[in-house]
């Protein structure tokens, strides 16, 4: 059993705490507010693939506070999204403490990654976002090529997957993951990573945001919107996220090959 979420007010901005580990900061005055770092990197990857104000379907894996699903939902009314959060006691918190939108169309199922994007229908989502965490780390899971490619058959043609990763200078976790979603998307896959300078450097341990198509990514688009974020923000194109994790074989649940991301250092 999970510990009760706990609901920190600070000015306008509400955070919610499991335990050690902070899992959203929600804004209901101005849902376009994104205090974390891989949120905003998660958001502008959303912007330089899809235009605004067009309705995107979208199934997100993980919910916690639904920032990002509110976050859609104001710059892209209309959206049909689909959030799986197993955690029911966390949702029915989140839902009394800090209510949707009117006229949202936000639908949050109790399941887990693995089954819940099992049952959708192949071609259904136009973004699909990993951001689920059980203790400081993504479960293994939801990083195996097979699971990949249950999200590869549920994005529809010009699709996006992004992933938020935890992980340690380096990035081979990330690498991995990087690679399962080539090898789940087809040939012609792109991967790129969006994070801070100091993580893409391999100068700590941090969060950073796989994006990952069928079609050539909006690279410079990203890099502009990198640019106007408070903190020194990067992106590593397609070719070097491949040459820096050359020997990366994706995670395989059928060979027994999986792993929980990085713990976070204590």
Aim: aromatic share 6%.
């Amino acid at each position: 059993m999970s510990d009760a979420a706990e609901f920190e007010q600070d000015g306008d901005v509400t955070w919610i705490r499991i335990g050690e580990h902070p899992q959203s900061a929600v804004s209901l005055s101005d849902p376009e507010l994104l205090v974390f770092e891989y949120v905003q990197h998660l958001a502008l990857c959303i912007d330089a693939v899809f235009a605004r104000p067009a309705p995107l379907r979208v199934t997100h894996v993980g919910g916690a506070g639904l920032t990002l699903a509110r976050w859609v939902h104001a710059t892209r009314p209309g959206s049909p999204q689909i959030v799986l959060e197993p955690d029911v006691a966390l949702t029915e918190s989140v839902r009394r403490e800090l209510p949707l939108p009117r006229g949202h169309r936000i639908r949050v199922r109790p399941l887990r990654g693995e089954e819940g994007v099992a049952g959708l229908a192949s071609a259904s989502a136009d973004l699909v976002i990993l951001d689920a965490y059980v203790d400081g780390q993504v479960p293994s899971g939801l990083t195996t090529v097979e699971w990949l490619g249950e999200v590869a058959r549920v994005l529809a043609p010009g699709g996006l997957f992004l992933a938020n990763l935890g992980d340690r200078p380096g990035l081979r976790y990330a690498a991995r993951v990087a690679s399962g979603a080539r090898a789940a998307l087809g040939p012609g896959a792109q991967t790129a990573y969006v994070g801070l300078h100091q993580v893409l450097k391999s100068k700590g341990f941090g969060n950073v945001v796989l994006a990952a198509t069928r079609d050539p990514l909006p690279l410079f688009d990203m890099r502009r919107a990198t640019a106007r974020l408070a903190l020194p923000t990067g992106v590593v194109p397609p070719n070097d996220v491949i040459s820096r994790g050359a020997n990366a074989a994706p995670f395989s649940a059928a060979a027994g090959d999986t792993a929980d991301s990085p713990a976070p250092p204590t």
